[in-house]
């Protein structure tokens, strides 16, 4: 019997408990013995829960009982999960977590503070909820060198702007909806503004490139400047509108991104819809690999944190060993990156299109029925930085939305 500790006993801890009880025997069988839940950390208590008597609001009971080997961080934040992961690795226990905000900031730090103490850190559920990414980058992978990585990382973005395209829902009542399934982040702003992709798109680099990538690097762009005009006429073009977490390594250099983007039934991630996530990889010897299931969620992140525990027992006091170096990555600049964009702009076609193609060249423009005095138009290939340019020339420009190449 190995003895857990759980450290909060939220949305995802309470999801712990619920897989490992509804699904003791099967992962009893898989883990070779049975979890034991000994304690739960948390401030509140709850006296109806029949997990109260395992409920403890002092820590050091928890780090100071020999008993423990796996300790479950699924707190989320910086404070104080970091300092309560780093005391435990420094005790010689393990640590699983969800915390995607830890991984990325001290995932290098904490996989070597693993490594010297022969215990684990893992972190299957800081990307993708409950799809399996970092253990099939870490472990299955390894024969490969990633050149791209893809993805709709972010539930709660994607769940927005598919009610927003399939009900016509307005962006504010999608948010709620998305924070009542429990999928959006206490500050949802983490989540519209792409903070939260950000975060997962620096932890899949670090591991895919074997480097840090910080994410204060990269260029973050997130959904809160999308109105429903913008879908209507990415519609008309026949593109769907996603958040894209981008990495990708051309010549040498590593490109890191997160923006909403256009793109084409041809993408594999066109059909990505609602809570989903879905992660594209290519390596450069296996091709394309696209991993895709439930992106955000109380039972799918606890079934991903539950699968490290069950890692964790098959591993006890060995080290698996992780490719996350301390070592800087340098990060290529997006300005020289080249795309297709969208506009939507004031007007009307017969009016604008001489003085959009002067400065553009030939445009694809389109004007809808029930749209006023607004259309769009795509422009030819252009680097950011000449796109930049162009537009500070035109007047009336209400949204840009950079087109993915197929
Ligand atoms: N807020 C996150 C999302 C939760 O919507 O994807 C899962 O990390």
């Known amino acids: 019997m190995v003895n857990i500790a759980i450290l909060g006993y939220g949305t995802v801890g309470s999801g712990v408990v619920e897989v490992i009880q509804t699904n003791y025997d099967s992962i009893q069988k898989k883990a070779g013995q049975g979890i034991c839940i000994k304690y739960i950390l948390d401030l509140r208590d709850f006296p109806n829960d029949p997990m109260q008597e395992k409920i403890v609001h002092d820590y050091d009971i928890i780090l100071n009982d020999k008993e423990i080997n796996i300790i479950v961080e699924v707190m989320g934040g910086l404070d104080p999960a970091y300092r309560f992961v780093k005391a435990a690795l420094e005790q010689g226990k393990s640590v699983v977590t ?170 594999p991630l066109y059909s990505v819809f609602g809570v989903f996530n879905g992660i594209f990889v290519k390596g450069n010897v296996l091709g394309d690999v696209m991993f895709y299931g439930s992106g955000a969620g109380k039972l799918p992140t606890a079934s991903a944190v539950v699968s490290d525990i069950v890692d964790e027992i098959k591993h006890l006091h060995t080290n698996i060993m992780t490719s996350w170096a301390s070592k800087k990555i340098e990060l290529g600049e997006i300005s020289e990156s080249k795309k297709k964009f969208f506009v939507r702009i004031e007007g009307k076609i017969k009016d604008r299109l001489e003085e959009i193609e002067r400065i553009f060249g030939i445009v694809n423009a389109i004007e809808i029925e029930e749209i006023e005095n607004e259309f769009a138009f795509i422009t030819p290939i252009l680097t950011e930085k000449e796109f930049i340019q162009k537009k500070e020339r035109l007047s009336g420009i209400c949204n840009r939305i950079r087109v993915e190449s197929e």
């Open 98 to 267: 969800s915390n995607k905000e830890l991984v990325a900031k001290y995932g290098s730090e904490l996989i070597a503070l693993a490594k010297a103490k022969n215990s684990n850190f893992l972190f299957e559920a800081s990307v993708g909820g409950g799809i399996p990414i970092i253990r099939p980058l870490n472990q299955s992978l390894t024969a490969d060198e990633i050149c791209e990585i893809i993805g709709i990382l972010n539930g709660t973005t994607n769940y927005i702007l598919t009610k927003m395209k399939q009900d016509g829902s307005e962006f504010a009542d999608a948010l709620k909806e998305a924070q009542e399934l429990g999928f959006a982040e206490r500050d949802p702003s983490a989540d519209i503004e792409g903070y939260d992709a950000c975060r997962k798109i620096a932890i899949l680099s670090s591991l895919a490139y074997g480097g840090q990538v910080d994410y204060e690097d990269i260029y973050t762009e997130g959904i809160s400047q999308i109105t429903r005009n913008d879908i209507w006429f990415t519609q008309k073009f026949g593109y769907e509108i996603k958040l894209l977490a981008s990495s990708k390594k051309i010549d040498g250099k590593i490109y890191v991104s997160v923006a909403p983007a256009l793109i084409t039934e041809k993408n």
